[in-house]
């Protein structure tokens, strides 16, 4: 390696970082700082929270810096060259990173980048061409700020002995120990990334600076690799043997007796048709009369419930919750790991009763930890299409002779809410063109809310179209939301960030044939998405016991609570919100066993956290986690049965 390739190059990595350090401060930090908060339910950082952050973003420049002098000394006349590629390639990628974080609030990685390639993801994140044209338009700055570095670096050099200033500063430049000293602190502020707090394990502030970063090294954050290790389901499963022991004389229910066969219910031939219609970030409390009169005339036909609640506050443990007939909290833990993963007692019981299983859903859904849950499905193909084309699919697959399940999603309710112009009923609305990354949203509060309204008219009309093709006579549909939606009701845009009740409440509607259908009309009884699949095999006439905490709402009476598990970027679910008549409370389990409000309704929370020695408290725990471990009991049973 060439010391004087190092001394030579100076000038020139000295104007990319400062350029590069400009983009960190004024776009890049933009957005994890600014625009992750407010509306999307994250809390401002402290002034000294923020100073770290900054500072600790910025050692991303001289990173940058330090691995630009390296790898120009690697050839004595191409070092130039490979600078200026290596500058521009990480520009570019710093441009897209900033994008996929206004939009996931995570990184963007290799796995991210093939799934952006599909069709359906950019449609489900609403990607258009203005987009894509603005991308470039920004690149090409880019590239045209290092070109007039270069510039400006041959000049430099030409004339580095005429002027005092230039030897002062390449001398300044020559300080690697500094940079080097700078740089260790960076990686020891990755390096530090778990705190002791209690008996909880929780993220510091060196993890939010870290993350804050685009050049951050996950490799480095203890807390991801060990929340992805078996050890850390072990744990989980340590501290609900713990809470056992606090359960103490709670109700206990005995396991229900599940016969290893399937029987009774229709004979194979008559038995209908079941489809479940999952709607992507569905608010109820929009969904009334005027937004979509077809589904709201259900009720004359239709259970229709009016307090019903998702499994989580995000489509993955939202739609796992619907399969499996359990709150995500059964997707914690161990349970979550490949190796021991079990599958839907419900689908691969339809399977051995003869159903074709099946899914008409695009592979936006096959992210995360999705596939490994779902082998249980005989026709798993993906079908990468529109909501409007799928209506054929949907439709064709119904009129097999053979009975079949299907689940079926739909996407033009996600966010940016975009929609047929036939649909435009609601004005004022936003453009189609809306950035919805803008820092004034809560001043667009009635054009957003108005475009979504109109989604939910395109919505209702799909629904529509869709039934008026499908036999009612054989076939049992299901209508909910993948979770909910919240539209500024505490402030507050979007999902997966809260378990406030607009993010988690959604429509939900049963519509059966003949008998099956007697419930119809509206119920305001608390329901979950484990209560679905319970509801269908009692209407099937078979065991439909076969989840752990499932209830069917017909008959059987309500459960007390539901539970509902909170987004947490693919890692086990350990925060929950236990919903009940009377409010929610918001939950974690801590080391020793025990349940610990972190918020919620205040009279429920002063309940809880009336201690031992209350009565109330007692009563509120032992509901909880009576509640939690009567179903870990009844799920061993199933497990039993169900290997």
């Not at 809390?43 to 691995?67: E, G, R």
């Not at 894509?132 to 580095?160: D, E, N, S, T």
């Not at 008219?457 to 979770?483: F, M, P, R, S, Y």
Request: glycine fraction near 8%.
């Amino acid at each position: 390696m060439d010391r004087h390739r190092i001394r030579a190059n100076q000038f020139l990595v000295l104007g990319l970082t400062a350029w590069l350090a400009f983009n960190l401060i004024f776009r890049w930090l933009y957005w994890p700082l600014f625009q992750s908060h407010g509306p999307f339910g994250i809390a401002q950082p402290a002034l000294t929270d923020l100073a770290l952050m900054v500072a600790c973003t910025l050692c991303s420049a001289l990173l940058f810096a330090l691995a630009a002098l390296l790898l120009g000394a690697l050839h004595a006349r191409w070092g130039d060259v490979i600078v200026l590629v290596y500058a521009a390639v990480s520009l570019i990628a710093l441009e897209a990173d900033i994008g996929w974080y206004a939009m996931s609030k995570s990184h963007a990685t290799l796995g991210d980048l093939q799934l952006f390639l599909t069709q359906s993801w950019r449609h489900h994140f609403g990607i258009q061409r203005h987009d894509i044209i603005r991308f470039c338009k920004i690149a090409a700055v880019h590239l045209a700020v290092i070109g007039f570095v270069y510039a400006l670096h041959r000049q430099l050099r030409r004339h580095a002995g005429s002027h005092r200033a230039l030897p002062r500063l390449q001398a300044a430049c020559a300080h690697r120990h500094a940079l080097a000293a700078l740089l260790l602190l960076a990686l020891l502020g990755q390096a530090t990334t778990m705190l002791r707090r209690g008996s909880e394990t929780t993220r510091t502030i060196w993890d939010i600076a870290g993350n804050a970063n685009p050049y951050y090294i996950s490799a480095a954050d203890r807390w991801l690799r060990e929340a992805r290790l078996p050890s850390a389901y072990v744990r989980f499963n340590a501290r609900l043997q713990a809470a056992r022991g606090k359960a103490g004389a709670s109700p206990r229910l005995a396991p229900v007796a599940l016969p290893a066969r399937h029987t009774g219910g229709p004979a194979p031939a008559a038995r209908p048709d079941i489809l479940f219609l999952t709607v992507e970030s569905w608010n109820a409390g929009l969904a009334d009369r005027h937004a979509m009169p077809y589904f709201s005339s259900l009720e004359r036909q239709c259970y229709v419930g009016t307090n019903h609640y998702s499994g989580a506050n995000q489509t993955e443990l939202g739609i796992l919750s619907l399969l499996y007939g359990d709150p995500a909290i059964f997707f914690a833990g161990y349970r979550q790991h490949a190796a021991v993963v079990r599958q839907s007692p419900y689908v691969q019981a339809l399977g051995q009763l003869g159903y074709r299983t099946g899914r008409v859903v695009s592979d936006l859904t096959q992210q995360n930890t999705i596939p490994r849950y779902l082998a249980s499905f005989n026709q798993a193909e993906i079908v990468n299409q529109f909501d409007w084309e799928n209506i054929h699919t949907i439709a064709a697959r119904l009129r097999h002779p053979a009975p079949a399940f299907i689940h079926a999603h739909y996407y033009g309710t996600h966010y940016p809410y975009l929609h047929a112009p036939n649909f435009a009923t609601h004005r004022p609305e936003t453009p189609s063109s809306f950035n919805f990354q803008s820092s004034n949203l809560a001043l667009q509060r009635g054009a957003i809310i108005n475009r979504y309204r109109n989604t939910l008219g395109e919505l209702d009309a799909w629904l529509k179209t869709l039934l008026q093709q499908v036999d009612l006579a054989h076939t049992i549909v299901v209508i909910t939301g993948d979770h909910g939606e919240e539209m500024f009701e505490t402030g507050r845009l979007g999902h997966a960030s809260t378990l406030d009740a607009p993010q988690i409440r959604t429509p939900l509607a049963i519509c059966a044939p003949g008998a099956m259908g007697s419930a119809a009309g509206t119920s305001a009884q608390l329901s979950s998405h484990a209560d679905i699949f319970p509801t269908v095999f009692q209407m099937l006439g078979l065991e439909h016991r076969l989840s752990s905490m499932g209830r069917s709402l017909l008959g059987e009476p309500a459960p007390k609570i539901a539970l509902v598990a909170k987004q947490n970027h693919g890692k086990a679910p350990l925060q929950w919100a236990a919903v009940s008549a009377a409010g929610t409370l918001y939950l974690s389990l801590g080391n020793d066993g025990a349940f610990a409000a972190t918020g919620g309704d205040p009279a429920l929370h002063a309940m809880l956290a009336g201690g031992k020695d209350s009565a109330a408290g007692t009563e509120a725990e032992r509901l909880i986690i009576g509640t939690v471990l009567a179903a870990e009991r009844e799920l061993a049973a199933v497990r039993r049965l169900n290997p």
